[in-house]
């Protein structure tokens, strides 16, 4: 009998793990190259496939996620360090069911806190990970070394970048930083406002090409988003692209991208992860 018990808490166990939900953050090296707006309507368009999907503001003090979807958190993160509240408590509900956890401001400490606030920290983040399918962290513009073990703990992680020179030179030095940390850490590249697909695409390859030159690492293709004017009048209206014009030029890219992005990582999302929350308090351990 207790053979069988601990056979089945063990099953139970690995159960559990298979559901653990994928963790992305969402980088770029330079800000302006539209990284909180990339990051909010692929989660929506993974909404929309019906994932369950979190997305984690994590720019204290800039965030802007509410403010894209038009809407006033009654909480944020801040709140539940301030007012000790439940990291449930700070879930806010956006379109398509979505969830996302507004930044706040005036805690400029948060990635840098003591122990006892770290471990509350993380015992609530740990109540997150089987209950979506994704957790997508919309991490600040550039780097810093608080903010980046979070984003070594993560699953993978996206790098936007525009055809700009200055973006190009901003994302590579970003995938360099990240690989010298962690050579493992799939990283996935997007290239946003392009002209044309085709010249996305040509940045694409120079950039890939690039880091496997001089980093010897090879980062996936994610996609191309065109330049497309339904953005900035979308930004304006403060709601989503998808949902401001369903059938503009860049929500139908973004969709053909979650749709290859879910099709091409349905046997690699089948293994058993290494835990998020493991692998984050190695990483603070360590520092």
Known sequence: MNDQAAKLRKKVEMLRAYRQAKTIAIVSGKGGVGK????????????????????????????????????????????????????????????NSLSYIAAGSGLADIFTMDEEKFDYFLNELEGLVNSYDYIIFDMGAG??????????AVDECIVITTP?????TDAYAMIKHVSYK???LPISLLVNRAQSQKSGQKTMERLQQVVL??????????????????????VSSQ??????????????????????????RIDIEKKVPI???????????ER
């Open 36 to 95: 909180s707006n990339f990051a909010l309507n692929f989660s929506l368009s993974l909404t929309k496939k019906r994932k369950k999907v979190l997305i984690f503001d994590m720019d204290i003090g800039m965030g802007n996620i509410d403010i894209l979807l038009g809407l006033t958190p009654k909480y944020s993160i801040v709140d539940m360090f301030e007012e000790h509240l439940s990291i449930d408590d700070v879930i806010e509900s956006g379109p």
């Open 143 to 152: 780097v810093s070394e608080a903010t980046f073990y979070y984003m070594l």
């Open 164 to 168: 700009e020179p200055t973006s190009l």
């Open 182 to 184: 962690s050579a493992e």
């Open 213 to 234: 030159k001089f980093l010897e690492k090879e980062i996936s293709p994610l996609g191309v988003l065109p330049d497309d004017k339904t953005v900035i009048r979308a």
């Open 239 to 264: 709601t989503p692209f998808l949902t401001y014009d369903p059938n503009a030029l860049v929500s139908v890219a973004i969709n053909q991208i979650v749709d290859q992005y879910v099709n091409d």
């Open 275 to 285: 835990s998020f929350i493991k692998k984050l308090k190695n990483f603070i351990k």
